[in-house]
């Protein structure tokens, strides 16, 4: 069974930046493609950013493309999102998820979630 456990969440200001990090066990971490997602208060689920198994492919949404860096080391099965020129809009719990295969960026795609990291960004 795979587990995900991120950490790096916390309140900063506009303009400041985040790193957050996914630590995944339970199963060989480069067989999977890992994505973050997030969800603000009463707002569906969005897709952030998606990395493939071995690095060479990535995908942003539009909203962040340019100011956040989706990264991974396989060997240490980590992945880690940084997050450069935060808004206040970009405020939501933050969810590291893996899927066995190819890239997605649809939520539904994904097999295992971990329990989310908060991030604020105040004005």
């Known amino acids: 069974q795979v587990q995900l456990v991120e950490s790096g969440g916390g309140s900063v200001q506009a303009g400041g930046s985040l790193r957050l990090s996914c630590a995944f066990s339970g199963r060989t971490f480069s067989n999977y493609a890992m994505a973050w997602f997030r969800q603000a208060p009463g707002k569906e689920r969005e897709f952030v950013a998606v990395?493939?198994?071995?690095?060479?492919?990535?995908g942003y949404a539009d909203s962040v493309k340019g100011r956040f860096t989706i990264s991974r080391d396989n060997a240490k099965n980590t992945v880690a999102l940084q997050m450069n020129s935060l808004k206040p809009e970009d405020t939501a719990v933050y969810y590291c998820a893996a899927r066995y295969g190819f890239i997605s960026s649809s939520s539904w795609e994904y097999d295992y979630w971990g329990q989310g990291t908060q991030v604020t960004i105040s004005s």
């Open positions: 990395i493939a198994w071995d690095g060479g492919s990535t």
